[in-house]
């Protein structure tokens, strides 16, 4: 049964946008339909009210106006989720897409980046001076909810994880105050905000240490479906002994009918690697050869080009408002076994756009200790995702199916839990599986910022003070 929930206030709603600099949007105003959609086509929430901030004043008052009034309280970053946490039905959304300011210190190698900001946005910013922050390989995700889930990326063997570059960030908590936490100053909870998610405040600033990456010589290398098993076996042996330089994630893609794409493979089921070379541009292609020499490929596109090229190449791709149902897992080892099951489902794509993808998350990822962060899966080698998706909610039975039952095939080859961003609403015992024995900390930790559990449209920590 769906619980009755009281309308609000007018007079509640009038004092708040009293003190409000950005927008206030409710059902029935104009542009309420588009502002409450997230990426994921499959989600259609309705909220009684969507708070666009304008700043940090904006967020706490927000924050205030759904603690005084009963409200769910869901926080909108880049609205990437693929579980749809950025927007709830009936409570209050802070989006925070109007904070996308991003303030590079060429001299400290820092970036101060303001909580709605995209990776693109953030991209942009830092590639005029020759620098980045390690994050996704998607322009369009928030650098939000990437970063507080642990984000991995291009950049993850040589630099780490996102959260592995944080240094600090600023929050407004349950009771309205503003903090930072860092390594200096609220530590308990910058330890907790570095892979705990949304679960503990608004994160209204990030400040992050920036590396030295301009071009980076990268593509990708597809070889035919019949090739799956050989393929990801060849994969498997070369990046896990290939230097950090080089990244690559593994996938299964039907081919756009589109170029770079000759004509001739077009809508074909292949499998591949999709590349990032961050060494000198001009031993790229002696670096990459190896894919080359393996087997004839079918396609190969690889070339220098600037770091937020590569970010956003698949982003056309992948317009907002396709159906999504995602499923994932970290792997520490690959089997023999385990591939030729990649290899069957990999090759049963139910739609043209689903994709398996499996990300490196080895090198640097691994010099962090496992209880150093919430982030708890640092002795894994890839993190996995199995993505069904389709322009057609009819095909949704389809592509739902498929990732279920890849799913269940490999995850009793995986490391047992998955990448927090990389899941459904799938249950508690899901997310106590993506902490291990770090669950018990985050409880605490949420006991003491969150003890009401204000912020729980998220992969929820439960607050508990033992
Ligand atoms: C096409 C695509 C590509 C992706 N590629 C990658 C990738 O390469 N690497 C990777 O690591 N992940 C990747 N992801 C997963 C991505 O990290 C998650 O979807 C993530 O939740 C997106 O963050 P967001 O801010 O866009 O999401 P939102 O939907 O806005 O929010 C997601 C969650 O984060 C919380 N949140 C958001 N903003 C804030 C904030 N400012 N303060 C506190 N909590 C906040 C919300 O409570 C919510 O629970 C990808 C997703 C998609 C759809």
Redesign the pocket.
């Known amino acids: 049964m769906v619980a009755k929930v009281p309308p609000l206030e007018e007079k509640a709603i009038e004092e708040l946008r009293a003190g409000f600099r950005g927008d206030l949007i409710r059902r029935g105003d104009k542009g309420y339909d588009a502002a409450r959609k ?3 086509g499959m989600i259609d929430k309705h909220p009684a009210l969507i708070a666009r901030c304008a700043d940090m004043a904006d967020v706490a008052s927000a924050v205030g106006f759904a603690r005084e009034n009963g409200l769910t309280l ?14 709830c039905d009936d409570g209050l959304v ?1 989006d ?1 897409a109007p904070m996308n300011g991003v303030w590079v210190d060429p001299k400290s190698r820092t970036a101060l980046v303001q ?2 900001c ?1 990776l693109g946005e953030l991209d942009h910013a830092t590639h005029a001076f020759g620098l980045a922050v390690p ?4 322009a ?7 970063t ?7 950049l993850t063997r040589k630099y780490g ?2 959260i592995d570059n944080l240094l600090a960030a600023d ?1 407004v908590l349950a009771d309205g105050s503003f903090v930072t936490a860092s390594a200096e100053e609220n530590e308990d909870l910058f330890w907790a ?1 570095r892979g705990g ?8 600033s990030f400040l992050f240490r920036l590396h030295p990456v301009h071009t980076v010589y990268s593509g990708l290398t597809l070889w035919p479906i019949e090739k799956g098993e050989e393929a990801l076996k060849w994969y498997r042996d070369f990046i896990t002994n290939a230097p950090e330089d080089i990244f690559g994630f593994f996938v299964f893609m039907n081919v756009p009918p589109a170029p770079p794409f000759p004509d001739k493979i077009h809508n074909k089921t292949m499998c591949g690697v999709v590349w990032c070379y961050t060494g000198p541009a001009d031993q790229g292609e002696r670096a990459l050869k190896p894919a080359a020499e393996f087997g004839p490929p079918a396609f190969t596109f690889l070339a220098p080009m600037p770091y937020p090229t590569l970010q956003s190449l ?2 056309p791709l ?1 317009p907002p408002g396709l159906q ?1 149902y995602w499923k994932g897992d970290f792997v520490r080892e690959l089997s023999d076994e385990a591939i030729a099951l990649h290899a069957k489902y990999g090759s049963r794509l139910p739609s043209a756009l689903s994709t398996m993808h499996m ?1 490196p998350v080895d090198g640097a990822v691994h010099r962090v200790g496992r209880r150093d962060t919430a982030f708890s899966y640092r002795d894994v080698t890839w ?1 996995t995702v199995y993505g069904g998706i389709d322009p057609d909610p009819a095909n949704n039975d389809a592509i739902i199916s498929w990732a279920k039952e890849y799913w269940e095939a490999l995850h009793p080859y995986s490391a047992g839990g998955a ?1 927090v ?2 899941m459904m609403e799938e249950g508690q015992e899901r997310v106590e599986a993506t902490y291990r024995d770090n669950y018990r900390r985050l409880a605490q930790i949420k006991a003491k910022y969150d003890p009401t559990n204000l ?1 729980r ?3 929820n920590i439960k607050p508990t003070a033992k």
Not at 141 to 146: E, I, N, R, S, W
Not at 148 to 154: A, D, E, F, N, S
Not at 197 to 204: D, E, R, S, Y
Request: aromatic content about 16%; proline content about 0%.
């Open positions: 997230v990426y994921n869901a926080i909108r970053g880049g609205g990437h989720n693929g579980a749809g946490l950025g927007v802070i925070l909580g709605g995209t994050a996704g390989v998607f369009g995700t928030g650098v939000a909810g990437l507080l889930g642990g984000g991995h990326g291009y994880l996102t929050l905000i998610g949304g679960n503990f405040g608004v994160v209204t698949f982003d992948l999504w990300y993190s990448y961003n990389f912020f449209v998220n992969q």
